[in-house]
């Protein structure tokens, strides 16, 4: 009898710990991701977001709008581009980030700049992670695919990594491509 009420306690004194860092968690604030931000090509394994990284990104973060503001060197000249995403989930619509083709040069500028892509934008504990989903023909056949962005400071707040994913998702279809790599970009702040 006496080993039943010592499990009973500590079965209670195992969920009462668990209540409690649950909540613990639940009220830690969350990162704010405002600031300036300049590219480490050297800690990045995608620099190719642009040939300038001494152009910083910023952001602006007030949850749950996240917006984020890219300029780049196209030919002389700066480009920016923002994009506004909102961590509640009510999805989003911006330019597309990036493009799956078999056929890059068919692709024109003026065109791929109304594009757009709709997403979904969650936490993930202390990261903001979007996501979209897409489709590409190649070869009369469709592929869909899922692109994963996810936002996340260093302890100190100093560092930003940025990681997209492309996922295939199986389909009806005979055509599956191959995995590609995650893509990484380490920003420092300003």
Not at 64 to 91: L, M, N, S, W
Not at 142 to 155: H, I, N
């Amino acid at each position: 009898m006496k080993i039943n009420v010592v499990r009973v306690i500590v079965v209670l004194l195992l969920i009462a710990a668990s209540a409690f860092a649950t909540k613990a968690q639940a009220n830690k604030p969350k990162p704010d991701f405002t600031g300036t931000w300049l590219l480490d090509q050297k800690k990045s394994n995608d620099s190719g977001l642009t040939r300038r990284p001494d152009l910083p990104i910023k952001i602006l973060h007030r949850d749950p709008e996240f917006r984020v503001t890219v300029r780049t060197d196209k030919a002389g000249q700066i480009i920016e581009r923002e994009f506004v995403y909102f961590t509640d989930g009510r999805g989003e619509s911006n330019p597309l980030t990036s493009l799956v083709t078999t056929n890059p040069s068919a692709i024109k500028a003026d065109e791929l700049k109304k594009q757009v892509a709709r997403s979904k934008t969650k936490w993930s504990g202390n990261k903001i992670v979007t996501r979209t989903q897409q489709r590409v023909q190649a070869g009369g056949h469709f592929a869909d695919f899922e692109q994963v962005d996810e936002w996340k400071l260093s302890e100190d707040g100093k560092v930003l990594i940025q990681t997209n994913r492309i996922t295939f998702q199986q389909s009806s279809g005979v055509f599956v491509p191959g995995m590609a790599t995650d893509k990484k970009r380490v920003y420092n702040r300003v």
